[in-house]
């Protein structure tokens, strides 16, 4: 079952920046473009697991800190020419208030 679930208020988001997320299965980074539209991908690069919420934000993109491959924060493909995809969140807005849609298991009665 997936629900959503406010995690951050969007001015607490700095623009072009991101803010990370702490889940029990993961690191989800949640960032925020010029024009604030909201991105929320998984907190590691698909080449050596590098920290994306610590990369630079550039249009729909950002740029690993440890070895400079370039995602893209709409699909999780590593951009040409590497290889690899990290996961991506349904996330949204609304209120001011950012929400993720996570899957959340259910504890059996």
Same mark, same amino acid.
């Given at each position: 079952? $997936?629900?959503?679930? @406010? +995690? #951050? ?5 700095? +623009? ?6 702490? !889940? ?5 980074? +949640? ?5 604030? *539209? ?6 590691? /690069? ?6 994306? $919420? *610590?990369?630079?934000?550039?249009? &729909? $993109? +950002? !740029? /690993? ?8 924060? !709409?699909?999780? %493909?590593?951009?040409?020419?590497? %290889?690899? /995809? $990290? %996961? #991506?969140?349904?996330?949204?807005? @609304?209120?001011?208030? #950012?929400? =993720? *849609? =996570? #899957?959340? @298991?259910? &504890?059996?009665?």
């Amino acid at each position: 079952m $997936s629900k959503w679930i @406010e +995690v #951050v208020e969007l001015n607490k988001i700095p +623009v072009l920046g991101s803010r990370l997320i702490k !889940t029990r299965d993961m690191d989800i980074a +949640v960032f925020r473009g010029s024009d604030d *539209q909201v991105f929320a991908i998984r907190d590691a /690069c698909p080449h050596k697991g590098g920290p994306l $919420s *610590q990369g630079i934000m550039h249009g &729909t $993109s +950002v !740029t /690993c800190p440890l070895h400079n491959w370039k995602i893209d924060l !709409t699909s999780g %493909n590593a951009l040409a020419p590497d %290889n690899g /995809c $990290s %996961n #991506v969140f349904p996330v949204k807005v @609304e209120g001011g208030k #950012v929400y =993720l *849609q =996570l #899957v959340i @298991e259910e &504890t059996p009665a």
